[in-house]
């Protein structure tokens, strides 16, 4: 970013002469720069919560000056808007974002460094940065009906197969086939919708354990057949068969609290990331309405070398440029004072040809007019400029 002074043809600053010109009471400046841009960012989900996940999209800021010189950080008059409408989707909810900056006292676990890599520069130096995070929620219901509660359902009817004769381990087996095709069908589903990732996302593990849960099932009873073919007693296979069905019941059974469990932990977490968003977003609308109100009130109080000073402080630079009250009102004084200087001298002249006419130096008199001034045009003149009309 190349700043610049007030005059756009003006020569450019070094931070050091920019420091020196504008520092404020702690040796520092602050320095603002807006521009309007179009263009299509892309980043990786974060998918480790899915389908209760918090995505936070993330467009870097860095600056092409040493960090020694310039530091970046967000504008406390300007807080960060986003309308949440842009976001056209069904599935998911866009928030208030949020400026990641050198001051921010952000309530995040997220490692982004505020600071180039030195080893990434060819002259060692490190650059400030900072980021500009969209808050994206999923709406996880779709998932969590059509999903979660089939596989709870299929893992839940595997246990009824228990209840099939022991003897006939045909349709034992059979049912159990079916079950584990019917999960690897919603898990094909949940494929579908999710990128590639080298990771287990919450629904994959509890589809795979469901996976997992009726194929062991199915080998219990091939298991517990095994026994049967070798003499053991029926009734003692009948008992280790109501034992199996207990257990793999209790396991069931919590397998699905734990779920229960971890989806209400991330909505309780994600919905408090929300929540400190929207608070530190109304704390810098309240900060931004203050520093408004204190730049009216001191622009009333006629304070213009603190109005100025506040308007850095809020990093207003252009603000400073085309302000009213800033270099217009002076060009406005500077041309009343030329104005009035004019008509002085005017009256002056005027005066003094009437002296010199009544003592009759004629000559006098036409040297004089070729030096007067319009008084008419300089009342006229909207810029403060004088024509001069010899007779």
Same mark, same amino acid.
């Given at each position: 970013?190349?700043v610049?002074?007030?005059?756009p043809?003006?020569p450019k600053?070094?931070?050091?002469e920019w420091?020196? =010109?504008?520092?404020?009471?702690?040796?520092?400046? #602050?320095?603002?720069?807006?521009m309007s841009?179009k263009?299509?960012?892309s980043?990786?989900?974060e998918?480790?919560d899915?389908?209760?996940?918090?995505?936070s999209?993330?467009i870097?800021?860095s600056s092409s000056?040493?960090?020694?010189d310039?530091l970046?950080?967000?504008? &406390?008059s300007?807080?960060?808007?986003?309308?949440?409408?842009a976001l056209?989707?069904?599935?998911?909810?866009?928030h208030?974002p949020?400026f990641?900056d050198?001051k921010? =006292?952000? !309530?995040?676990?997220e490692?982004?460094p505020?600071?180039?890599? /030195?080893?990434?520069?060819?002259t060692?130096?490190?650059y400030?940065? $900072?980021?500009? $995070?969209?808050?994206?929620v999923?709406?996880p219901?779709?998932?969590?009906?059509?999903v979660?509660?089939?596989?709870?359902?299929?893992? %839940?009817l595997? !246990?009824? %197969?228990?209840?099939?004769?022991f003897d006939d381990?045909?349709e034992?087996l059979? /049912?159990?086939?079916t !079950?584990?095709?019917?999960?690897v $069908?919603f898990k094909?589903?949940?494929?579908n919708?999710?990128?590639?990732i080298?990771y287990? %996302?919450?629904?994959?593990i509890y589809t795979l354990?469901?996976?997992?849960?009726?194929?062991?099932?199915?080998?219990?009873?091939? @298991?517990?057949?095994?026994?049967?073919?070798?003499?053991?007693? =029926?009734?003692?296979?009948?008992r280790?068969?109501?034992?199996?069905l207990?257990v793999?019941a209790?396991?069931w059974?919590?397998?699905?609290?734990?779920?229960?469990r971890?989806? @209400?932990?991330?909505?309780?977490s994600r =919905? #408090?990331?929300v929540r400190a968003?929207?608070?530190?977003?109304?704390e810098?609308?309240?900060k931004a309405k &203050? !520093?408004?109100?204190?730049k009216?009130?001191n622009k009333? $109080?006629?304070?213009?070398?603190?109005?100025v000073?506040?308007?850095? /402080?809020?990093l207003?630079?252009? &603000?400073?440029?085309d302000? #009213?009250?800033?270099a217009?009102k002076?060009?406005?004084?500077?041309?009343?004072?030329?104005?009035?200087?004019?008509?002085?001298?005017?009256?002056?002249?005027?005066?003094k040809?009437?002296?010199?006419?009544?003592?009759?130096?004629?000559?006098?008199v036409?040297s004089?007019?070729y030096?007067?001034?319009d008084?008419?045009?300089?009342?006229d003149? #909207?810029?403060?400029?004088?024509s001069?009309?010899?007779?």
């Amino acid at each position: 970013i190349s700043v610049k002074p007030a005059n756009p043809n003006g020569p450019k600053l070094s931070p050091a002469e920019w420091r020196e =010109k504008y520092k404020d009471s702690n040796q520092n400046m #602050e320095v603002s720069h807006s521009m309007s841009k179009k263009f299509v960012l892309s980043e990786a989900y974060e998918l480790k919560d899915f389908p209760v996940d918090f995505q936070s999209l993330h467009i870097q800021i860095s600056s092409s000056w040493d960090c020694s010189d310039v530091l970046l950080r967000c504008d &406390d008059s300007c807080p960060c808007v986003c309308d949440p409408k842009a976001l056209d989707s069904l599935e998911f909810i866009m928030h208030k974002p949020r400026f990641i900056d050198y001051k921010s =006292k952000d !309530l995040t676990d997220e490692d982004l460094p505020l600071l180039s890599n /030195s080893s990434t520069s060819v002259t060692g130096v490190r650059y400030s940065r $900072a980021y500009l $995070a969209l808050t994206v929620v999923r709406i996880p219901n779709y998932y969590l009906w059509n999903v979660s509660v089939m596989l709870l359902l299929l893992g %839940t009817l595997s !246990l009824t %197969t228990f209840s099939i004769d022991f003897d006939d381990i045909g349709e034992r087996l059979s /049912s159990i086939l079916t !079950l584990v095709l019917a999960t690897v $069908a919603f898990k094909l589903v949940i494929a579908n919708d999710t990128p590639n990732i080298s990771y287990l %996302t919450v629904l994959d593990i509890y589809t795979l354990f469901t996976v997992v849960f009726i194929c062991m099932i199915g080998i219990a009873f091939s @298991i517990m057949h095994g026994f049967h073919k070798n003499d053991m007693d =029926k009734d003692l296979c009948e008992r280790v068969d109501i034992w199996a069905l207990i257990v793999f019941a209790s396991i069931w059974v919590v397998v699905n609290m734990w779920f229960c469990r971890k989806v @209400i932990m991330l909505v309780r977490s994600r =919905k #408090e990331k929300v929540r400190a968003i929207d608070r530190k977003n109304r704390e810098s609308k309240e900060k931004a309405k &203050d !520093l408004h109100f204190k730049k009216l009130k001191n622009k009333e $109080a006629g304070d213009m070398k603190k109005v100025v000073s506040m308007r850095y /402080s809020m990093l207003d630079y252009n &603000d400073i440029n085309d302000s #009213e009250d800033g270099a217009r009102k002076k060009k406005v004084r500077a041309i009343n004072r030329k104005n009035q200087d004019g008509k002085e001298k005017a009256k002056d002249l005027h005066f003094k040809e009437l002296k010199n006419k009544e003592a009759g130096d004629t000559k006098k008199v036409v040297s004089m007019r070729y030096s007067m001034l319009d008084y008419n045009d300089i009342n006229d003149s #909207e810029d403060g400029g004088v024509s001069v009309e010899p007779e």
